[in-house]
């Protein structure tokens, strides 16, 4: 398919109303018709892990704002960074992401039910109580809790990723009333094929070996042997969730599970609130990199596509495909899918009806950005993108490494902690990883995915709309930008005058320092050659 070209003219035409879809026009008081989604969970209880994450946040949120006879939602969860559950979730519910859930639906927090568990635990760290009450009640589960920290040990990716799901399947199997189960893997689980489809792939490993290496290993062994283990997988968190479907493949047999995998989730287009996002993972790190004036190069191929789906989007989509698993086998025992019949799989992408290269992501990021510069800005924005990995580490080399250096210096001199270094070494880190996805390309089939919408009735797809035909990415990064900039680095739009001025002043900054260090490069090239002849 062929990617929409626009020029910078047409990107930068006025956003008044730009962010209103057809569907804002829908009037609310013609009935679309009974929604099939709502209906099945209506009085239903849902199991959801990965709840504390960015997407497991935004279930929570749609299921009760968009479900409201929704029976309960049971969240998996453990302590983390001495803070109890009960503190976690708290913090959690005072996020401008539930002001809208607070408005429609004050009285939501009774309907959510913590589970103390642990997915790096044998058998989730679960109580006998817990398990006995989760088997009793639960009918739909979303399985979305996974480490996606690429640089994870693998001892720890596998037993968080690979026996975490294990352990959920066979906690499933006990679920008298399991409608459906939704693995929520990702479309990189196969990222050493050059074409994915919606299906099951041979596993580097099975997964049942692979738990029992880290379980009988010493983790030194473990970590000796894991390069020749990931072969060409790029890291631990792409290898686990490759092992962990082959996990689902084996141990769905006779269940109503379906395999969700999106690809490369950045923030919401509409739902709740537009542009919201609470992490700096991926594509949305470089951004924020570029924008506050730390990162200046990337190791990325402009002309590949760049395969983002915004998080709310997804959130309905993997929804819409629990409802069609409970549709077509309404009971888990009575009508469970025969066992020789693997779970649909999903491929939730962008590229294939709504393609983006990375170069106009970076162009919608830069005209977007420049209308709402960051107060945290600490440099002018200054940033390239290169298929060349030699000319990545030579600007690596200019751009950053010597600045860091300099800067360094100067703070060491004056009695300042030195921290630009220990910067550039976590960047060049993230860059690396990026560099794996920005340098390359996957043709994806998303027909089955194409089939669940088109499936929907009226009533949902106005309510759970997935559909990334309709997204009109203009629009989208107009709400992204100023997402990043209210949500993740904290400036509220009031501030967008003072933004304004430093970047003025940055400006001046950056090139009265490019004539400064023209001047001394020609004063040297001149006492070179004077010297020489």
């Known amino acids: 398919m062929a990617v929409e070209v626009l020029t ?11 962010d209103i879809t057809y569907k804002d026009m829908v009037d609310e008081s013609v009935p679309l018709g009974e929604s099939q989604i709502q209906k099945l969970f209506s009085g239903s209880s849902v199991l959801l892990t990965g709840g504390t994450g960015f997407l497991g946040k935004l279930v929570v949120e749609k299921l009760l704002r968009s479900c409201p006879d929704l029976k309960k939602i049971y969240l998996l969860a453990r302590p983390k960074k001495n803070k109890d559950i009960a503190r976690r979730l708290q913090e959690q519910f005072d996020d401008v992401l539930y002001d809208r859930l607070r408005k429609e639906c004050p009285n939501f927090i009774q309907k959510i039910s913590i589970v103390e568990g642990d997915m790096g635990q044998v058998d ?39 026996r975490g799901t294990r352990d959920m399947l066979k906690l499933a199997r006990g679920c008298s009333k399991l409608k459906a189960f939704v693995h929520i893997s990702t479309a990189y689980s196969n990222c050493v094929q050059d074409q994915i489809g919606e299906k099951f792939y041979d596993s580097p490993l099975p997964g049942d070996k692979l738990i029992d290496i880290v379980e009988t290993m010493d983790v030194k062994t473990i ?3 894991t390069p020749g283990l990931l072969g060409d ?8 969730k490759a092992v962990a479907e082959n996990i689902v493949q084996e141990y769905s047999k006779g269940l109503p599970v379906a395999l969700f995998r999106p690809a490369i989730v950045i923030g919401t287009s509409k739902e709740p609130v537009a542009g919201w996002i609470d992490n700096v993972y991926g594509p949305t790190g470089v951004v924020v990199g570029a924008a506050v004036g730390l990162l200046h190069v990337l190791n990325c ?4 596509l760049a395969d983002l789906v915004p998080g709310d989007m997804v959130v309905n989509a993997s929804i819409a495909a629990a409802w069609k698993t409970a ?5 888990n025992h009575e009508d469970a899918p025969p066992p020789d019949l693997p779970p649909p799989v999903y491929n939730y992408v962008s590229s294939e009806q709504n393609p983006l290269t990375w170069e106009k992501f970076m162009k919608y990021n830069e005209i977007y950005g420049f209308q709402v510069p960051t107060i945290q800005a600490v440099y002018y924005y200054l940033f390239h993108i290169t298929s060349s990995k030699f000319f990545y580490t030579l600007f690596c080399f200019l751009l950053h490494w010597i600045p860091a250096y300099i800067i360094d210096g100067i703070a060491v001199i004056i009695g300042k902690k030195p921290m630009l270094r220990k910067a550039y070494k976590k960047i060049t880190k993230f860059s690396e990883v990026m560099a794996y996805f920005a340098t390359r390309e ?39 930008i100023r997402g990043v900039r209210v949500y993740l680095l904290k400036d509220p739009v009031e501030t967008v005058p003072d933004g304004l001025k430093k970047l003025n002043r940055l400006r001046m900054l950056h090139y009265t320092f490019c004539v400064i260090l023209g001047m001394l490069f020609l004063r040297l090239f001149w006492a070179v050659l004077s010297g020489f002849f």
Not at 8 to 18: A, C, R, V, Y
Not at 233 to 240: I, L, R, S, V, W
């Open 124 to 162: 989730l760290g679960m109580s006998p109580e817990d398990r006995i009450k989760i088997m009793n009640d639960v009918e739909v589960i979303f399985h979305g809790a996974a480490t996606v920290r690429f640089d994870e040990p693998l001892k720890t990716a596998v037993e968080i990723n690979v």
């Open 223 to 225: 970590n000796n042997i």
């Open 442 to 480: 996957w043709k994806f089939d998303n027909s089955n995915t194409q089939k669940l919408y088109s499936e929907l009735c009226d009533a949902d797809k106005h309510l759970f709309d997935f559909d990334m035909g309709a997204l009109d990415w203009n629009d989208y990064f107009y709400s992204y």
């Open 8 to 18: 910078d003219n047409q990107i930068f035409e006025s956003k008044q109303g730009g």
């Open 327 to 331: 549709r077509e086998y309404p009971s």
């Open 233 to 240: 997988f790029p890291n631990t968190y792409a290898y686990t």
């Open 301 to 304: 191929n402009p002309k590949v």
